[in-house]
């Protein structure tokens, strides 16, 4: 049984698959700074708020002793749509990425076709001329 699980384990894909992991999840931390620090400021000069801290409140909240918001509801949209920014990045250039691999993919070479064999007409002619010499 260990010998199996070696087996399965060292199998090529399933390496491939360990890396590509590890690297998108590092890729997706690449990402998430880029829209936390580059494209949300930005788009929080739009809105003249944190792009990221953008939410409508559905529900008022009162300050306790401390000064803390509590028994606030709001919705958090501009979180949303900062993952959302986040996920179509990720997307985009992962369909960048295996469109290029597929591209350098050596093109299958169509196969020589397999020789042909005599038609029907030509397997009904050689029939017919052996019965008739047969018949003689």
């Known amino acids: 049984m260990l ?5 399965f384990a060292m199998k090529g894909n ?16 690449v990402v998430t700074s880029f829209t936390g620090g580059i494209v949300s ?8 708020a944190d792009f990221k801290k953008l939410k409508w409140v559905v529900k008022e909240g009162t300050l306790n002793d401390a000064g803390e918001t509590v028994g606030q509801v709001a ?6 749509l900062t993952n959302v920014i986040d ?16 591209a350098t993919k050596k ?15 030509e397997l009904l ?11 003689k």
């Open 3 to 7: 010998k199996e699980f070696k087996d």
């Open 14 to 29: 399933l390496i491939d698959i360990a890396v590509g992991f590890v690297m998108g999840a590092a890729f997706k931390q």
């Open 41 to 48: 400021p930005l788009i929080g000069l739009i809105f003249e």
């Open 75 to 80: 919705v958090l949209y501009g979180d949303f």
């Open 87 to 102: 996920f179509i990045i990720v997307a985009f250039v992962m369909f960048m990425i295996v469109k290029g691999i597929n």
């Open 107 to 121: 093109k299958e070479e169509p196969k020589p076709e397999a020789p042909k064999g005599p038609s029907q007409e």
């Open 125 to 135: 002619e050689q029939i017919r001329d052996l019965l008739a010499k047969q018949n």
